[in-house]
């Protein structure tokens, strides 16, 4: 299992607990320069800064929140290799982490909207949601990659995801899922990723978030990128339960996409 960067396991670690003090996570980001500088970056930047600009670690903390700095420190891990193949999944590496950033700024944009309380395991289960791609793409045989080419061409029309249960009788979505398990992420960030191409639950908050993330990522992308897949009816499913109205969701894809400007150079794009 890939192993996670000290500073962002510190990090878990400090989360784990509901009452956390932020003096500790203040302590931790200090130590680790980089995600510091991007921390006050983005806290400064001009969808998030406010009149006077953030000067110190934990005022950039209090200014993003503590699911931003969760989120940033992931990024740093989860970023894939240039050389890794993901063209079984449609996508180049740049196309995926295109879409992983844009599911974060589509996460910021709905939790800015105060939609429904998400929880601080947000925008890390936006980053995370297609990791399991990525885990896949490494174990894939050459036989493996005949028999999804052969079920694409033998059932036009059906997607990705589709091809990897068929084939692999599991998908990214589960090994995601498995990985967020053993880095011990909460267990609403484990959830929602292995849900994210399921039957929408009702009451499940950041699950149905995840879900109209995905998607708006998809359509702020598509001009891009062409048709990407379509979970249409879970989509759907997800935005009733969140009372999402399509005026509001095209709104959020517009905010969204003013805040994927701003992440493209923090998360190396």
């Not at 400090?14 to 200090?30: A, C, T």
């Not at 897949?229 to 969140?242: F, K, P, R």
């Not at 996409?257 to 150079?265: N, P």
């Amino acid at each position: 299992m890939p192993p996670l960067p000290q500073s962002t396991t510190q990090i878990i670690s400090v989360l784990s607990d509901p009452l956390f003090e932020i003096s500790e996570l203040i302590r931790v980001v200090s130590l680790d320069p980089g995600l510091t500088g991007n921390l006050l970056r983005l806290a400064n930047s001009a969808e998030s800064s406010v009149a006077r600009p953030a000067c110190s670690v934990g005022e950039a903390i209090v200014r993003l929140g503590s699911g931003t700095v969760l989120a940033l420190s992931l990024a740093v891990r989860c970023r894939p290799p240039a050389q890794i193949d993901l063209t079984p999944f449609g996508l180049t590496v740049e196309e995926y982490w295109m879409h992983c950033v844009a599911s974060v700024a589509a996460a910021d944009e709905l939790n800015s909207r105060r939609i429904a309380r998400f929880g601080a395991g947000f925008g890390a289960a936006a980053v995370l949601h297609d990791f399991g791609k990525q885990i896949l793409a490494e174990y894939l045989t050459s036989e493996h990659l005949i028999q999804m080419s052969a079920y694409h061409r033998l059932h036009p029309g059906r997607s990705h995801i589709d091809a990897e249960r068929f084939v692999l009788g599991v998908d990214h979505a589960h090994i995601g899922a498995t990985v967020a398990s053993v880095w011990k992420l909460s267990d609403d960030i484990v959830r929602s990723i292995r849900n994210h191409h399921s039957v929408s639950n009702w009451d499940d908050d950041i699950g149905n978030g995840i879900i109209i993330a995905n998607q708006v990522a998809h359509d702020l992308l598509s001009s891009n990128h062409g048709p990407l897949a379509d979970d249409s009816e879970l989509v759907a499913d997800a935005m009733m339960a969140l009372g999402v109205e399509e005026k509001t969701y095209i709104s959020t894809v517009d905010g969204a996409s003013k805040r994927f400007g701003q992440l493209i150079e923090l998360f190396g794009l």
